[in-house]
């Protein structure tokens, strides 16, 4: 049972454009929602997190938005460049849980 | 500060063997999680040690285990090994394990079994 659902699986966007990434969740008790970054042979970074009391998060060119309660969130990334190419994951956890659960992941390619 | 280091970063055991990586976390935290990377089933929960306690276990077969030690460096062990264990196995240190907090991810020990 997938936790968090992601899409979608593979991304093609243009230097310059806007890549969007969806997930959605269904467990209410989570309270903690970051991005991550992998690119091969690389283990995930930390994008960009937020929690469930802003609607938005912006840093740099990165933005999550949140709904709550549609239980939904999705990544921006404004002004795409070919260094952005990479996989990115979304991820839910809760207080005292260290668990994180992931969504399937989104291969993003920037064609310059 | 150094990263999450892992060792070692290739391995390739036979069906039937044991295997035993190894994570040394950022200095100062004290949580280690482990995650299972494959490309069918993505990134899964493994278990997380805290002050050389497990604390949180995910859906896995007793053939993996874990401990960690009192430096807070920690060692995940499967017995048995299937096939379907190769994977990239993926150590993250946090500084409590809160759950709310960010997770340092090392670069993984990729597994072949053969």
């Known amino acids: 049972q997938q936790q968090v659902k992601q899409s979608p699986q593979s991304l093609i966007v243009q230097k310059g454009g806007i890549s969007i990434i969806n997930c959605a969740y269904e467990?209410?008790?989570?309270?903690?929602f970051p991005w991550y970054q992998q690119f091969p042979g690389k283990g995930p970074a930390l994008l960009i997190a937020?929690?469930?009391?802003?609607s938005e998060k912006k840093e740099g060119r990165f933005t999550i938005s949140f709904n709550k309660s549609a239980k939904q969130f999705s990544l921006h990334i404004m002004d795409s460049q070919p260094g952005d190419s990479a996989t990115y994951f979304c991820?839910?956890?809760?207080?005292?849980?260290?668990?994180?659960?992931f969504g399937t992941g989104t291969r993003l390619t920037v064609i310059p | 500060k150094a990263g999450v280091t892992q060792t070692p970063r290739y391995l390739i055991k036979t069906r039937g063997q044991q295997v035993t990586l190894s994570c040394s976390p950022i200095?100062?935290?004290?949580?280690v999680s482990w995650y299972q990377q494959t490309p069918g089933q993505g990134l899964q929960f493994l278990f997380e040690?805290?002050?050389?306690?497990?604390?949180n276990k995910g859906n896995f077969p007793g053939r993996f285990s874990g401990r960690q030690f009192s430096n807070s460096r920690s060692e995940m062990n499967v017995s048995t090994l299937e096939l379907g264990d190769s994977a990239l196995y993926l150590c993250?240190?946090?500084?409590f394990g809160a759950g709310i907090e960010t997770q340092y991810f090392g670069p993984g020990t990729r597994l072949l079994v053969l």
């Open positions: 993250a240190s946090s500084l």
């Open positions: 200095s100062g935290h004290r949580s």
């Open positions: 991820a839910a956890s809760m207080t005292g849980a260290n668990n994180l659960f």
């Open positions: 467990n209410t008790a989570f309270d903690y």
């Open positions: 040690y805290f002050s050389e306690t497990q604390r």
């Open positions: 937020i929690r469930p009391d802003v």
